[in-house]
């Protein structure tokens, strides 16, 4: 009877444990998404153009999510006005970072040679 009870009880921390780590989680957006393998490079690349972009230092953007993707041609799909892009597949990264309670979604090649902010 009494390891039943230690059995029960075990499983209820662990239980509880588990919980405790989805709240958690749930309250730290700032962390990229899991399972998602954003190269450190491309990551770096993202928060340098947008503390360019907004004056805010790399050091206070966070990224919040990263997915790879395929883009329609060499602009990554964001070409600007009159601008020429090779329409060719570019394979690269959405990345949404966060700076100054502001969310930014930015585009990039594979290697995050070339960034891309949507607007």
């Known amino acids: 009877m009494v390891n039943k009870r230690v059995l029960i009880g ?3 921390v662990l239980v509880g444990l588990l919980l405790v780590a989805v ?3 749930s309250l730290r957006p700032d962390q990229p998404s899991p399972g998602v393998n954003l190269p450190t490079g ?10 360019a972009r907004t004056g805010v230092p790399v050091a206070d953007i966070d990224t919040v999510a990263a997915e790879e993707k395929e883009w329609p041609n ?3 799909g964001l070409a600007e006005q009159d601008e020429m892009c090779a329409e ?15 969310t930014y979604v930015c ?3 594979q290697d995050g040679t070339q960034v891309r902010i949507e607007e």
């Open 107 to 109: 585009r990039t090649n």
């Open 74 to 76: 060499a602009c990554l």
């Open 23 to 25: 709240i958690v989680r």
């Open 10 to 12: 075990g499983a209820a």
């Open 88 to 102: 060719v597949l570019t394979s690269g990264w959405e990345v949404a970072a966060r700076a100054q309670g502001q």
């Open 42 to 51: 491309v990551e770096t690349a993202v928060k340098e153009t947008l503390s």
